[in-house]
Nanobody, 120 residues
């Protein structure tokens, strides 16, 4: 059974940085990709970034976060990271990681989420 476990969330001040981790267990991903989503209070879940498991680690970001957030992976650890810099209160949300085995398909696996709170 696949499990995705996020960690690294917390309470920080505006301008701080955080690195989130998402460790996958239950299978080794060699295709598809893994993504980060976030959901702020009262808002719909939104896509943040994704990275492919194979090839040259192709990455995609939502335009508004490009340059502040960086997604990366460690295949040996079956783990994906989200480095978040220059955080603002608008980044406050529950951050979820998700994985799929086919790029373009639905995300089959989801973590339980990690809370990120940015104070002003």
């Amino acid at each position: 059974q696949v499990q995705l476990v996020e960690s690294g969330g917390g309470l920080v001040r505006a301008g701080d940085s955080l690195r989130l981790s998402c460790a996958a267990s239950g299978r080794t991903f060699s295709s598809g990709d893994m993504a980060w989503f976030r959901q702020a209070p009262g808002k719909e879940r939104e896509f943040v970034a994704r990275i492919t498991w194979s090839g040259g680690s192709t990455t995609y970001y939502t335009n508004s976060l490009k340059g502040r957030f960086t997604i990366s992976r460690d295949n040996a650890k079956n783990t994906v990271y989200l480095q978040m810099n220059s955080l603002s209160p608008e980044d406050t949300a529950v951050y979820y990681c998700a994985a799929r085995t086919v790029v373009g398909g639905a995300y089959d696996f989801w973590g339980q989420g990690t809370q990120v709170t940015v104070s002003s």
